[in-house]
Every structure is written in C-alpha cells, then in structure tokens.
C-alpha cells in the first residue's frame, strides 16, 4: 500500500497508510504568535480512502506529529506492507458531518482555550 512516511531529524515518526486510500496528504502547520508561548507547530495527515458508495464521503487522519524550530522533516511516499492506523475515520458529505476530532482531542483544545482565557482575565475586575 501507499504511505506518507514522517520522519523529524532521521528518526522514523508516522507512517500513515491504508490499504484503501486513493489520496494521502501531508501539511505542515507552524503557527508563531508574538508571544513566543503560543507557538504552535505540527505536521498533519489525512486521506481519502476509495468510495464505495455514492454520497458517503469518509475521511481518514493520523495524529499530529509535533515538531519543533530547527527540526528537520522528511517526508517520503513508499509502499509498504503495513501502516499506523488512523487516529479518526470520520464523515463528512451531504447526509453526515462528523467531526474529525477525537472527544480527547476536543477536551484538550477546550482546555486550552479556558487556560487562556483565565490567564487573560485573572485580576481584572468587572
């Protein structure tokens, strides 16, 4: 099968593959705030796998695979016999919208966002 292969300074990472992909895809986010604490960089993949029916659309993604400034990342398309699998298999057409997060990744972002917000406000009066 096809895969993406991440690796971040020589050593292997990710290999995200599936036996029925059609399209695999691989970004880079670096997301750099002026506070340097709210840097944010990573590396997502996701993909298509073949339709089997006409107007379900499924979705495939692995885990971010986070890096950091100065890391250097390969990304190499191969064949190989077996791959990690993916974190979320989610759809998304004219019937389904799910969402391609998983609950533990959708808690985390939640509190993230209530740490940011608490730090932001802490000390202010109303």
């Known amino acids: 099968m096809l895969?993406?292969?991440i690796s971040i300074n020589g050593k292997e990472?990710?290999?995200a593959g599936e036996?029925?992909?059609e399209l695999l895809q691989a970004s880079i986010f670096?997301?750099?705030e002026s506070n340097a604490d709210e840097s944010?960089?990573?590396i997502d993949v996701s993909g298509l796998p073949e339709q089997r029916e006409h107007d379900k659309h499924e979705h495939l993604r692995w885990r971010p695979t986070p890096f950091n400034v100065g890391d250097e990342i390969l990304i190499r398309l191969t064949d190989v016999a077996t791959?990690?699998?993916p974190l979320k298999r989610y759809r998304s057409d004219s019937m389904v919208q799910e969402s391609p997060y998983t609950d533990e990744e959708i808690r985390e972002r939640q509190w993230?966002?209530?740490l940011s917000l608490k730090k932001k406000f802490e000390g202010?009066?109303?």
């Open 3 to 5: 895969a993406l292969v």
């Open 13 to 15: 990472i990710l290999i």
């Open 19 to 21: 036996e029925t992909c």
């Open 30 to 32: 670096a997301m750099r």
């Open 40 to 42: 944010e960089y990573h």
């Open 83 to 85: 791959a990690d699998p």
């Open 112 to 114: 993230q966002m209530y």
């Open 124 to 126: 202010e009066g109303k």
